[in-house]
C-alpha cells in the first residue's frame, strides 16, 4: 500500500508541474485570433478563460481585429423573432455562379409591448437598435439583447437613433418626436448605456424637424436627414449633425436632392450618394452621383458622378434596389429589399467605382426565407463581431 500510494503522489505532483495555465498576456493574444464561436467553447474550460473576453484589453483588441474583417449583415423579421445573418463583406468582390449561405448568427425571442417589424440602426461597433418607442439594444455576437424605456409616450409619433462616443468609450441612444406641424411639440431626448440604470434625459435643439430615412455614426458625429419646420429655417430638407458627446445639433442646409439619398461613410468624411433616375436603383438607372463634405463649416461639398457599365441593365433586370452604402475597397454594395417574391431571389448587387465593374451575387437563406417569404430584410456593410457584454 504505501509503495502504490507514493505513485498515486507522484503522478499528482507530475500534472501539477505540468499543467500551469496559460499566461493571461498569451491567452489574449489566442483568443483575439478566434472566431466568436470558438470563444464562446473557450469560456467553458475554466474561470481564467471565461474572464478572458470580458477584459476591456481584449475586447478592444478584438473589435480591432474584427475591423479588418468587415461582414455584411441581414436582419428580418420571422414569427415574432428577428433574426441575423452575415457573410464575409470580401465575398463580392469574387462574383460567383452559385448561391452563398450566409452564416447563421441568432434570433433574438419576442419580447412583451412590442413588435419586431420596425426599422433598425446601422450596425455601430457591432451593436445595432431598433427605432422603435420602445429601443432594443442588439449584439448578434454575443446574443444579448437589451431593452431600454420607453422614450416617448404612445400619442408621441419619435424615431430613435443610436451612436458612440469615441472619446468617452460611451454608446447613446438619441430619440427624437417626428413632428409634422410648427404648432406640434418637438423634443429631442438621450439615454447613455453602460453607465448603470438606463434613463431619459432632455436636450435641446433649436431646431424643431421630422427624421426622415437615413442616417450614420462618424467619428462621433451622428449624421441624418430631415424635414425641418418653422419660419427660421434656410431650408426645408437638411443634415442634422449630432455630436454624441457634447449632445448639440448642428444643421447644414443641402439640396432637395438629399430627400432620397443614402448617407455613406467615406474614408471618415459624411458621403452622401444617390442614384439616377431618382428613387429606388433599377435596371434604367444611369448613374450615381456621389457628394463628400469636406468641410462642414463652409459646407463645401465634393462631387463625383460615377457611369454605370452598358451590362447594366440584363444585371439588374427585373429588380428594385436600394443602396446599402460603399466600402473602403470603393464598391457601392446594393440589395434587394425583400425575401424571395414571385420567385425573384434575394441579391446582393455591386459596382466598383474603381474598376468600373459591377456584379451581383444570389444569397440563400435556406429554409426559413420560405417561411418568412415577403419579410423586410434590412442590410448592413462594415458589420465587425463585438464581444464587449452589456452589462
Known amino acids: 500500500m504505501g509503495k502504490r500510494q507514493k505513485q498515486v503522489t507522484h503522478r499528482i505532483n507530475y500534472r501539477r508541474e505540468n499543467s500551469k ?16 464561436a470558438d470563444i464562446a467553447r473557450c469560456r467553458c474550460v475554466s474561470k481564467l478563460w471565461s474572464s478572458v473576453p470580458r477584459l476591456r484589453y481584449f475586447t478592444e483588441l478584438f473589435l ?20 441575423f445573418y452575415s457573410i464575409s463583406q470580401h465575398l463580392h ?42 429601443p432594443m439594444i442588439y449584439n448578434p455576437s454575443t446574443g444579448e439583447c437589451k431593452t431600454l424605456p420607453r422614450a416617448m409616450t404612445k400619442r408621441t409619433e419619435m424615431k430613435t437613433y443610436f451612436g458612440y462616443d469615441p472619446i468617452d468609450k460611451l454608446f447613446k441612444v438619441l430619440c427624437v418626436s417626428k413632428v409634422l406641424l410648427a404648432s406640434e411639440d418637438f423634443a429631442c431626448r438621450v439615454s447613455t448605456l453602460g453607465t448603470g440604470e438606463v434613463y431619459w434625459r432632455m436636450i435641446e435643439c433649436s431646431i424643431p424637424h421630422r427624421p426622415l430615412r437615413g442616417e450614420i455614426c462618424i467619428d462621433g458625429v451622428l449624421y441624418y436627414v430631415a424635414e425641418c419646420t418653422g419660419n427660421k429655417i434656410p431650408q426645408r430638407y437638411m ?55 469636406e468641410d462642414a463649416n463652409e459646407l463645401r461639398w465634393s462631387k463625383t458622378t460615377y457611369t454605370l457599365p452598358s451590362y447594366w441593365k440584363n444585371l439588374v ?56 417569404k415577403n419579410s423586410r430584410i434590412y442590410t448592413f456593410i462594415d458589420h465587425v463581431e463585438n464581444v464587449e457584454r452589456m452589462d
Open 21 to 36: 495555465e496559460i499566461p493571461i498576456d498569451l491567452l489574449i493574444e489566442i483568443f483575439s485570433r478566434l472566431s466568436m
Open 64 to 83: 480591432e481585429t474584427s475591423s479588418a474583417r468587415p461582414r455584411i449583415l441581414f436582419t428580418f423579421p420571422h414569427n415574432g423573432k428577428r433574426i
Open 93 to 134: 468582390s469574387e462574383p460567383s455562379p452559385f448561391p452563398f449561405v450566409p452564416y447563421y448568427h441568432m434570433s433574438f425571442p419576442e419580447g412583451k409591448g412590442f413588435s419586431y417589424d420596425y426599422e433598425i440602426h446601422a450596425p455601430v461597433r457591432g451593436f445595432l437598435c431598433s427605432k422603435s418607442s420602445k
Open 239 to 293: 443634415v442634422v449633425c449630432f455630436d454624441v458627446r457634447s449632445e448639440k445639433f448642428k444643421f447644414l442646409a443641402v439640396e432637395l436632392i438629399i430627400w432620397c439619398s443614402t448617407l455613406i461613410n467615406c474614408k471618415g468624411k459624411l458621403g452622401v450618394l444617390w442614384s439616377s433616375p431618382f428613387g429606388l436603383t433599377h435596371e434604367l438607372t444611369k448613374y450615381f452621383v456621389l457628394w463628400i463634405l
Open 317 to 372: 433586370a427585373n429588380n428594385s434596389l436600394y443602396i446599402v452604402g460603399m466600402t473602403s475597397a470603393g464598391e457601392i454594395v446594393l440589395s434587394t429589399c425583400y425575401l424571395k417574391i414571385l420567385n425573384y431571389p434575394f441579391y446582393i448587387v455591386y459596382y466598383n467605382v474603381v474598376k468600373k465593374t459591377a456584379g451581383k451575387i444570389e444569397i440563400q437563406f435556406g429554409n426559413i426565407a420560405k417561411r418568412a
